[in-house]
Structures are given as structure tokens and as C-alpha cells.
């Protein structure tokens, strides 16, 4: 069983930076990658970033150069940077925790996901 908790969204104006942060506890130790998703109103829930325990990221197009992902895992955090803010990324950002799971010699994982935290960009 994993939690997590974000924290850092708020209000900010187009162009603006916010900073991001998630806590996660329980089995830490079983988790293998953690990343960021958005959901805008009337919209579906999209990726943004991940990152995997061993430093390795991955960003969506529509965020590279502006947004950064990192993983401190001696605190248990995963944090996202994010620069140059657009009205459009208003959204509900969401941590998501992937835990690593084995049945034998197989490896399965299971999706946590946090309360989320609200980023609004006024223009």
C-alpha cells in the first residue's frame, strides 16, 4: 500500500512558476517510478512527466523545456518545476506512484494516485 500527498499549487499568472511536491509513505521500498498528471475541467487525465527510481524522466512534448522532474529518494518526494506556465495547463495535477509487485518470476505494477492539487493560470 502506497500514500501520496501533493502539495504546492495555487494561483500563478501566465508565464509564472510553481513548484510541486509529493510525499509518498507506506511500502516505499516497492515503488519503481512516480510522475505527474493533469486533468483540465471537462477534460480526460493526461500524462505530463515520470521519473523512475533510478533518475531516468520522461516528458510529454507539450511540457519539454519548461518543465522539470525530480525524485529525491531518501525523503520520498517527487517534485515538478514548472516554468513558463500557460492558461491552458490550468488543471488538477495528480501524483501517481507505481508499485512494483511480483507472482513467481513475474513483475506486475499497481497505480496509487494522490488527493491532487489545483493549478490555476490566469492570463
Known amino acids: 500500500q502506497v500514500q501520496l500527498v501533493e502539495s504546492g499549487g495555487g494561483l500563478v499568472q501566465a508565464g509564472g512558476s510553481l513548484r510541486l511536491s509529493c510525499a509518498a509513505s507506506?511500502?516505499?521500498?516497492?515503488?519503481?517510478?512516480m510522475g505527474w498528471y493533469r486533468q483540465a475541467p471537462g477534460k480526460q487525465r493526461e500524462l505530463v512527466a515520470t521519473i523512475t527510481t533510478g533518475g531516468i524522466t520522461n516528458y510529454e512534448d507539450f511540457v519539454k523545456g519548461r518543465f522539470t522532474i525530480s525524485r529525491d529518494n531518501t525523503k520520498n518526494t517527487v517534485n515538478l518545476q514548472m516554468n513558463s506556465l500557460r492558461p491552458g495547463e490550468t488543471a488538477v495535477y495528480y501524483c501517481?506512484?507505481?508499485?512494483?509487485?511480483?507472482?513467481?518470476?513475474?513483475?506486475?505494477?499497481?497505480?496509487?494516485w494522490g488527493q491532487g492539487t489545483q493549478v490555476t493560470v490566469s492570463s
Open positions: 507506506g511500502s516505499i521500498n516497492s515503488i519503481n517510478a
Open positions: 501517481n506512484a507505481a508499485e512494483r509487485r511480483q507472482s513467481g518470476g513475474f513483475y506486475y505494477s499497481v497505480m496509487y
